[in-house]
């Protein structure tokens, strides 16, 4: 009886599905996040605002334990939100991965149907935006794959100092920016200036190993 051959074994493939569950406890703890900072806010103390008067007395002004008991959840919770990104990055780095694999079997099957596939490279990845910045206006979401900023290209991307190069170039100019979004590319126009925040785009990449 002929020995078969079973070395064939692959890392478990990582659905588009556990991709989505991923990104909405994500969105669910940056909700919860928002909420607790519009409520420190509303208190008018923010995350770092004293809570004791000129005299060094607690405030009679606002409720200390609510506050504190806020700033304290944001903390645990943007650790949460730390952990849940590097879930997401490795599940879109399988993602690509089995993407990848599935156009290399079948491309010109897949032109024919007119099914999506990235067809570029993606150099980094989104694993921040702030909201009301300019990355924000435009479009932008955590877990995008950036493919395309502006003249940084796939096939021109050394490091992210090209993007910094770019965006301190461009102020007040729009930017074509490609992006592999759950399973999509998707194009956004997206213009570097200066807001409330620090910088000119109010999100943080980082690069993507290829």
Known sequence: MKMT??????????????????????DEIEEQI???????????????????????????????YKVRSARHSISCLQNDHKAVMVEIEEALHKLHATARVGERKDETKMEATGQTVCLSSPFALVDAVTQGSPAFQAGLRVGDEI???????????????????????????SLRVGVFRNGQEVHLSLTPQHWSGRGLLGCNLVPLHR
Request: glycine residues 8%; aromatic residues 6%; without cysteine.
């Open 147 to 173: 493919m395309e900023f502006g003249s940084v290209k796939t096939q021109n991307f050394r490091n992210l100092r090209d993007i910094a190069s770019v965006v301190q170039h461009s102020e007040g100019k």
């Open 5 to 26: 051959e079973v070395n064939n074994a692959v890392e478990p493939s990582v659905a588009e599905g556990d991709v989505q569950l991923l990104i909405k406890r994500k």
């Open 34 to 64: 928002k909420a607790y900072y519009d409520m420190l806010q509303t208190e008018g103390v923010g995350i770092d605002g004293p809570l004791v008067d000129v005299e060094g007395f607690p405030r009679a002004d606002v409720d200390l």
